[in-house]
């Protein structure tokens, strides 16, 4: 509970001569208590409560949150609430949201002051600039988890997103004159001549038998076990078993702002810690393809058993955004339109679920649990919602001898 005056202070003649006076208020606990005042004259009495009066104003207007400007609570809020909590990506990505969405609209605007009306502008206003649905998802999410704390604590009267609801997805595709398509449908994977494209791309020599592309090897690893990208930089050769074959994921590689405390100092950095979730932790067997990889990448570079795979020329741990650069450049060459790293996963999980034709003429696949446990997923319907782009062509036929 904030504290507050109950009176504007009165002023009286004691009966020593002397003038007193005395102005009632709140405590934080909602006890009501006094502060009294003395002089030899009335005026002096005055000026004194006066003076009381100002500073408890100002003390006040200073711990008030709700008479701020969004910018200035948010960030405090940001920095005393969230950064103590989480992980320093996520709380990079709550600042980016907050700093690019967020301030630029309703910044400068005061706490107290913002409706329910001005957040649904702001949601809406991204829509109609063309930013993805997650992407203004995020926002929905750090101000409904920052107003609710300043609710709970007190801070605020009233939680102006109790009135606001994210827009149905459906709703807000259909704004920007796009399809609500099944997540599986959205999946981007490469098809199997662009594989192809892609591995000769990446494994092509000069003329003098230098390799064209650097870690080229990297990406062929991913494309046949389905690590992420911060895994795969993590991988250090003591967790890869050849014999047995198979490698351990224990840490990622992880993009981070550098920061002194809570402060942005500019630049990023990258950080070796916990990976996404405990379920991505795993044991991932190693095909004939993988171990070629690994042999390969290995004769490009060991600086020995406690170091990275996927090193740099001194043995260290290379930088996520080179090594995306190199991606995207065996991606150019290979005339191949842009598709996210993460496509290499999406790929891998798709092929295992949809299955390879066997030269029987049979199909060989896996089930949605076991390619889940290989990804480090949590449960089978992540696997199959977010990275199995489905073979409908599999299905043609399949109702032959079943006509009603």
Known sequence: MQKKLLTNGNVFKRTDGRWGGVVWYMDEQGNRKRKSFSGTTKQEANKKITAYITEF????????????????????WLEGFKFPVVEQTTYDRAESTAKNQVYPILGNKVVDDITA????????HWMNEGLSYSTVK???????????????????????????????KSNFLSAQGKEDLPECETVTVFDEDE????????????????????????????????????????????????????????????????????????????????????TSKRTVPLNRAAVEAIKKLR??????EETPLI??????????????KRYYRILNGAGIETKGLHSLRHTFATNLINGVKQPDGTIRALSPKQVADLLGHSTSQITEMYYVKKDTARLNGITDGFEI
């Open 299 to 304: 004769e490009e570079y060991y600086f020995g």
């Open 57 to 76: 104003e100002n003390q006040i207007t200073g711990t008030d949150e709700s008479r701020k400007l969004l910018r200035d609570s948010l960030q405090n």
């Open 195 to 278: 594989v192809k494209r892609f591995k000769a791309e990446a494994l092509a020599t000069y003329p003098n038998g230098k390799r064209k592309h650097q870690q080229a090897l990297a990406y062929i690893l991913m494309l046949n076990t389905g690590m992420r990208a911060g895994e795969a930089l993590a991988l250090r050769n003591c967790d890869i078993d050849l014999e047995s074959r198979q490698l351990q994921i224990q840490k990622t590689v992880k993009e981070i702002y550098k920061r002194q405390g809570t402060k942005a100092v500019g630049g990023r950095t990258m950080k070796v810690g916990k990976t996404k979730t405990p």
């Open 311 to 324: 090193c740099d020329e001194r043995g260290n741990y290379t930088n996520p955004v080179n090594f995306r």
């Open 138 to 168: 995020k926002v929905y999410v750090l101000l409904n988890e920052y107003f609710r704390t300043l609710y709970l604590e007190e801070m605020i009267n009233k939680n102006p997103m109790g009135n606001v609801e994210m827009i149905k």
């Open 117 to 124: 009306a001005d957040i649904k502008n702001l949601l809406n």
